[in-house]
């Protein structure tokens, strides 16, 4: 299939090890927060979201942190598995009248080493 | 349970052809976007339907593009006069009640103008 995020940064993690991927966002008025995972050929896959008044939420094998201060969002991976390795994008929605809207991030590439 | 699903899932169309890719939301999901995501790039947002209303169409980058929702169930982006720089994967997602920022996308058309 096709690749997704060709020249996308990368991080490569060992299989078991923690990730971190990290987002900096530019709307200081999105009511939430999304992570989705992108594999190659498929659409996007919702992991979690994070309401804007909160700044950690837990999921299964995953956290996100949010700090509105410097407009920073990041996503834990617990345990990292090879099933983990796709491009994953961080996304805000807008305010109010305009909160459907999905604004995405660049995107990062994580590969899982064995 | 059955996710959105897209079709035709590649499509190669020659310059100033009009191309028609439909899109199958979630059962129960009142709302509806398309967004285009270039290789490489994250998802860019087109145009949301709430039921068969189409509350916003900001994203859509020209008159060639029109998208409906008739029924408030499928819905079809049209392009007309499909020009190279619309090559591109065009994805759907909806998302359940009172939830438009969960929004589940469905696999894309790979669209190509030759």
């Known amino acids: 299939g096709e690749s997704v995020g060709l020249h996308l940064p990368t991080l490569s993690v060992q299989e078991g090890d923690n990730s971190i991927i990290n987002c900096a966002y530019s709307n200081s008025a999105s009511d939430y927060f999304i992570w989705y995972k992108q594999e190659s050929g498929k659409g996007p896959q919702f992991i979690i979201d994070i309401r804007s008044n909160m700044d950690k939420r837990q999921g299964q094998r995953v956290t996100v942190l949010l700090n509105k201060t410097v407009k920073h969002l990041s996503l834990q991976i617990a345990a990292t598995q090879p099933g983990d390795s796709a491009v994953y994008f961080c996304?805000?929605?807008?305010?109010?009248?305009?909160?459907?809207?999905?604004?995405f991030g660049t995107g990062t590439r994580l590969q899982v080493t064995l | 349970g059955a996710g959105v699903s897209q079709s035709p899932r590649y499509k190669v169309a020659k310059r100033g052809q009009d191309v028609a890719l439909r899109c199958d939301p979630i059962?129960?999901?009142?709302?509806l976007f398309w967004y285009q995501q270039a290789l490489g790039q994250g998802p860019e947002f087109l145009t949301y339907f709430q039921n068969e209303a189409q509350l916003d169409k900001s994203g859509l980058p020209s008159d060639r593009f029109f998208a409906e929702r008739p029924e408030g169930s499928v819905s079809t982006l049209k392009i007309q006069r499909t020009q190279q720089e619309d090559s591109a994967v065009y994805l759907c997602?909806?998302?359940?009640?009172?939830?438009?920022?969960?929004?589940?996308f469905g696999p894309g058309t790979r669209l190509t103008v030759t």
């Open positions: 059962s129960g999901h009142v709302s």
């Open positions: 996304a805000e929605t807008g305010h109010t009248g305009t909160a459907s809207k999905l604004t």
């Open positions: 997602a909806s998302s359940p009640p009172y939830k438009d920022y969960e929004q589940y």
